[in-house]
Every structure is written in C-alpha cells, then in structure tokens.
C-alpha cells in the first residue's frame, strides 16, 4: 500500500479488512501488501475507526 496516495491505501485496508472473517492484527492486515509496515497500517486503522468505518476489538485487533 505504501506506493498509492493515502485515499487508496485507506480503501484498500478497509476492503482487506471488510474480506477477513476474524477480527484481524496490523501485523496480519500488513502482510497483505507489498512493502506494508504493521505500524503504519495500525494508523490507519485507527483512522478508519475514527471515521466509523472499522472497529478496535481488544487490545490489538480490528473489524469492519
């Protein structure tokens, strides 16, 4: 994701996210990208959960 403008890196983690049928880590989300480091894909989770478009689940996982 690290390639594509901000905008399609957020829609394209949100659609991986979307496509996971258990709540999913950063580290897990992340190596669906090439290049994808786990800290910056945390940030933007917290960003689409800030827009209410995923959701923290515990201390380290998210859904859509």
Known sequence: TCALPISEQV?????????EPNPATPERLARAFKGARSDKVEELLETLATLGQARRVGEDRYVA
């Open 11 to 19: 829609v394209a983690l949100r659609t991986a996210l979307a496509a």
